[in-house]
């Protein structure tokens, strides 16, 4: 169990407090507070001045309560990508900014999420804006634009786990964090 091991293993269990927080806090009902795109615009306006603004506000809750459930489903996505982590991997995160981890999970594991409970939650989002009363509807790619904001929103939320522990790691963890990351500072 040589010092690269050790420094790993605190990578890693910063990692999993730091993406359990984020996915917590993202996944309570009402965390989440995304508005339909600009382009739909127009149909919003319309439907507020006919009196029919309900429907965007279930759309838009719609949209919200999607996005949370599926943050939910992505914390197994997380665990794996943090078990596979080489100690290379581990070491370069270290080293790196203040939001390395962050964007080594992003590559790691954003195609993953995209395909877990997101999805799902869309096609339901997508019903509903079918159903709007309206002839003319921007075709809104409303499944890309949610899933991009939500993905934005949880990594952004992981950034920000991890800048913590970074600026104070004895307080946000264990003494194993603490080790990592109170070493390397200042060098």
């Known amino acids: ?6 420094l790993a293993s605190g990578i890693k269990e910063a990692l999993i407090k730091g993406t359990d927080v984020a996915a917590s806090q993202l996944s309570q009902e009402g965390a989440m507070n995304l508005k339909l795109p600009k382009a739909a615009d127009p149909v919003t306006n319309t439907l507020r001045k006919f009196g029919l603004g309900s429907y965007v506000d279930q759309l838009e809750t719609a949209m919200n309560r999607g996005a949370e459930k599926a943050v939910a489903s992505g914390a197994p996505v997380f665990k794996n990508a943090i078990n596979a982590m080489s100690v290379d991997d581990a070491l370069g995160i270290i080293q790196g900014g203040d939001t390395a981890a962050t964007s080594y999970f992003r ?12 999805y799902d939650q869309y096609q339901t989002l997508l019903a509903a804006y079918d159903k709007l009363p309206l002839t003319n509807k ?50």
Do not use: H, W
Request: glycine share 12%; proline share 3%.
């Open 1 to 6: 169990y040589n010092t690269d091991e050790k």
């Open 107 to 118: 590559g790691k594991t954003e195609d993953s999420l995209r395909k877990t409970g997101f």
């Open 138 to 187: 921007p075709n809104l790619d409303l499944e890309s634009y949610v899933v991009d904001n939500s993905m934005d929103e949880l990594y952004t939320r992981i950034g920000t786990q991890e800048t913590l522990i970074r600026q104070n790691p004895m307080q946000q963890g264990s003494a194993l964090i603490g080790a990592v990351f109170g070493t390397g500072q200042g060098e």
